[in-house]
């Protein structure tokens, strides 16, 4: 019955080539109980939720955005280089990437990061977008970004994202609040220094090293 099933259902590319295995596996003497199991319950999911099939195909994405998504992967000035000549269609290619929830976080930071050295003023409400997302790497490259769009921006973000709940997103707020050179936050960086949010079980986390560095340098300027 599972290989008239599968026969059946089975969808083309990965999720056929999951079913093909699932099958193998299923029917082989040597395979241990638990693996069995967990290939038949990602057959089911494959069988029962044409999406759930449907999404282990897409891992491609159109060919022209596929351009703009290489790019991503060069050197920087390469990258800028080759991005400059994509021209409207890769900006538009550039914000498909940033909110897909398919391309990796890595491709998201470096279109992101980007943005402001192909059209400052444009990207500024993309990055306002991404400040407000969930995901802890779309707030701290969309930080980074605004520090070259507008200091201004950038400085009443970072001293708000000091208390973000992810410590990267933390230190990337204390790198800029450094490289912008405000002595107005030298207060909050020595509240933050003692923060409980900056410890772990009783021991210092590495950014309150970064804190006073920043400070030592605020206050030398």
């Not at 193998?24 to 099939?53: D, E």
Request: hydrophobic share 45%.
């Amino acid at each position: 019955m599972l290989l008239m099933l599968f026969r059946l259902v089975a969808p083309m590319n990965h999720s056929a080539y999951i079913l093909d295995l699932s099958q193998r596996i299923l029917f082989s003497g040597k395979a241990r109980s638990w693996i069995k199991l967990s290939m038949l319950v990602l057959s089911m999911l494959i069988v029962a939720k044409p999406s759930f099939a449907s999404s282990l195909n897409e891992i491609a994405f159109e060919p022209k955005v596929q351009l703009t998504l290489d790019a991503l992967n060069l050197p920087f000035l390469n990258r800028l280089e080759v991005l400059r000549t994509q021209g409207e269609v890769g900006w538009s290619n550039l914000k498909e990437i940033i909110f897909s929830s398919q391309a990796p976080y890595t491709a998201k930071w470096n279109a992101i990061t980007i943005l402001p050295y192909l059209r400052k003023d444009e990207s500024r409400e993309i990055l306002l977008i991404c400040l407000k997302r969930k995901e802890w790497y779309y707030r701290s490259s969309a930080l980074l970004a605004l520090s070259r769009t507008s200091r201004t921006d950038a400085l009443q973000w970072a001293e708000q994202l000091l208390r973000d709940s992810a410590l990267v997103v933390r230190s990337q707020a204390v790198s800029v609040i450094g490289e912008i050179g405000d002595h107005s936050n030298l207060p909050l960086l020595r509240k933050e220094l003692s923060h409980p949010r900056n410890f772990r079980k009783g021991q210092s986390l590495w950014i309150r090293h970064q804190i006073e560095e920043v400070i030592a340098s605020l206050e030398q300027q």
